[in-house]
């Protein structure tokens, strides 16, 4: 969700211009526990991904895993971590600018007082001090290797269900075999005319129990089959009319008749432009000092991105690394201010006036 207000319940978006005293690039588990720090120290945060949903690895890789070493939880699912991560993190009503990619950096002001100007491609968010917890990078949905997929991207194929509406009354095929593809063949039935899913093994990676409901609808599910060519895109507006499925095992060849491909088959990764920043970044990984600082002031890193002797790429230490960031990053938007933030245990007055849920 962006707010091309800018306000800072909406997020950024074009033209958002509004100063906010930290910008957390990554709204993973780490950007998440960053954002609810930095509501602690009473900074104005935004927090930009570019997912449309906050979460990182823990929603969008492995949501039904079991997680057995992050403190105070003999064992959690990825997927209820991020919840309770979110739920702390909205507590001071952070900003949020979903579905938007950073791109650029403008570094404005000086060393004593940096300030940045953020390019994604949706906009520019300005900042005092800013976070970079992007993991492995952005995430972007793989796309299908055939010629013809980007002419009929969004008329016809589509990589994200943004709106259920776009499915109405269609016969829509679904490709992938993780529980994005089971939990949209099974969310989808209430709009689509017809639902078929392939698969290209014969075993599924979603959740056991949603594979079990699946089975249990009228949903066409066809397992070992790829999509080999679609059909369509001719002039004017008509957009996709078939699509043409190969099985691995026997070499048939079908066609469907189908208005709508929707493609799950997983995500890639790439840190993007951000590697090109004046930043130390060795094998996708920022270095930072002791401070969590990059080589740009006012610049921190924490999570899996960020590098240092001895660095383990753990949602444990990426929460340590998130606070010690925060609390540096307060001293530089206000050097009056304290580094040691006090017992967050002692702090309730001063906690419950930021907290708003
Ligand atoms: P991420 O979770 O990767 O989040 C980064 C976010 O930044 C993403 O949402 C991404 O979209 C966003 N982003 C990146 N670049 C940009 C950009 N340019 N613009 C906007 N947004 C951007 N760790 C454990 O401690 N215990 C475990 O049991 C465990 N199990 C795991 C199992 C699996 C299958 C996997 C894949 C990982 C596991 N991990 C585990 C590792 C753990 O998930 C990571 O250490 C953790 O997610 C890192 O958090 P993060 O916030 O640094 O990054």
Known sequence: MTDSTGSPSGGGGMGAEE??????????????FAAFYAGLRQMKTKIIDSLEELGGQLTTLYPEKFIFDVAGFPKVLARDLAHQLIQQAMQANPAVALGETVRHLEPLGDADNPRYRIMSDKGSHLTRTLMICAGAGAFSPKKLRIPEAPGLENRGLFYACRSKAAFAGKRV????????????????RDTAESITLIHRRNQFRAHEES?????????????????KSLVGGGGGEQG???????NSQTKEVRTLEVDAVLVQIG???????IKEWPLKVERGQIQVNSHMETALPGV?????VAAYEGKLKLIATGFGEAAMAVNFAKVRVDPKAKFFPGH??????????????
């Open 173 to 188: 095929l679904i490709v992938g075999g993780g529980d994005s593809a089971v939990d949209w063949s099974l969310n989808l």
């Open 211 to 227: 594979v079990r409901q699946l089975q249990a609808t009228d949903v066409k599910i066809l397992t070992f089959f790829e999509i």
């Open 240 to 246: 996709l009319t078939a699509a043409v499925i190969e």
């Open 19 to 32: 100063l906010f005293d930290l910008t957390i690039i990554g709204g993973g588990p780490v950007g998440l």
């Open 267 to 273: 995500f890639d990764t790439s840190l993007g432009p």
């Open 344 to 357: 967050s245990s002692e702090m309730t007055a001063q906690h419950e006036s930021v907290v708003t849920v």
């Open 300 to 304: 921190f890193a924490a999570g899996d």
